[in-house]
């Protein structure tokens, strides 16, 4: 399961760190460096280290002499995350349509058809993976590669609902947004393409209180909507 010959902490970081975002690992699931580390067959010091990373991100919550559990979802944090998401993607949209790009054009074509396939096939695991990848090859495409890596560090929260919303809403929504991004760059038109990502990354914000009420374990109590 892990590359003993790479550094093995990040590795379980970023397993335990998937493994909260899909909801393999609820809320409240108490975690032990020990059985862990038995798990993935290494000592407790990279269980560890990958703990105290997972902590710093808001997934876990580390109570000295009383253990690790797995945070709840901080509706703050879900909205900081789509705020700070939707200012540098509105923008990295903005910039690909200032410039034809047929070969982008064409990959991110091929890319939703994919994503048509893993809805149609109810692969809601697939088609998350493969949002992931969309929006990954947009900032690629506009080089703005340490802007893509300050959101991908921030959006864990973010994630842990949108995993939760594949349970919920079509994702053939999703897929369709996806499309009218696609095709406002296409047009070369950056004001339609802002337009469609905003609108994109907005969706969360009339889903979330539907989730809120579907999953109220998951959340943190003390905040509201």
Partial sequence: MLNLSAAVSPQVFRLLRNRIIRGDLEPGTRLSEAEIGAEYEVSRQPVR???????????????????????????????DARFVREAIEADVVKLLAM??????????????AA????????????????????????????DKHHAWSMVETIKSQMDRVRYLSTKRFPMENLVHQHAEVV?????????EAEAAMRQHLQAILSDLPDIVEDKPTYFDASERI
């Fill in 49 to 79: 280290e990958a703990f105290i990373k997972l902590a710093d991100e808001g997934l876990l919550e580390i109570r000295p002499q009383r253990g690790t559990f797995v945070r709840k979802i901080a509706v703050s944090a879900v909205m």
């Fill in 99 to 112: 410039t034809g790009n047929p070969a982008l054009h064409r990959e991110l074509r091929t890319q939703i």
């Fill in 115 to 142: 994503q048509r396939e893993r809805v149609e096939a109810g692969d809601n695991l697939g088609f998350m993976e493969l949002d992931e990848r969309f929006h990954r090859t947009l900032a690629e495409a506009a």
């Fill in 183 to 191: 095709a406002a760059l296409e047009r070369e038109n950056p004001a």
